[in-house]
């Protein structure tokens, strides 16, 4: 079983993965959008370039995504994508990168149950928990 996380943006999507890319790494295995397939012909014009689907793969892990329709946006809410790195010097890396121009919720600091753990929500509005290794 495969159980993988999709998100969904309003026109950023190709943005966004080329920045998850030089975050984490690893390759953009998809990146195909709404022209030249059946769905061009439920979005606009303007939209056909934008993105129907995409997908990252980082170490075996995969994260996908797509512009959703331009007539019915949503807004990411109820999960966080989470990420625990092999070292705390890592996840500070990765928590500044995914925070600039976002929100933070929880500065990444030590906690009762992982070295480093941090909240923030990114500058495309997709959430993060970000965090390594337990605490000791």
């Not at 480093?116 to 390594?132: E, K, L, N, S």
Request: hydrophobic share 35%; proline share 7%.
């Amino acid at each position: 079983m495969l159980l993988n996380p999709y998100l969904s943006f309003n026109g950023q999507c190709e943005e966004a993965f080329k920045f998850y890319k030089s975050v984490f790494g690893g390759q953009i295995t998809a990146m195909l959008g709404h022209r030249g397939t059946p769905a061009e012909n439920f979005v606009p014009e303007n939209w056909k370039d934008k993105i129907m689907h995409a997908r990252l793969e980082v170490n075996g892990k995969t994260l996908m995504g797509g512009d959703g329709r331009p007539d019915h946006p949503t807004k990411p809410q109820g999960f966080a994508v989470t990420i625990f790195l092999d070292t705390p010097e890592d996840a500070e890396r990765v928590f500044r990168a995914l925070s600039e121009g976002g929100e933070v919720q929880m500065p990444i600091e030590q906690t009762f149950f992982a070295q480093r753990f941090g909240m923030c929500t990114d500058r495309y509005g997709i959430p993060w928990m970000v965090g390594a290794g337990e605490a000791s």
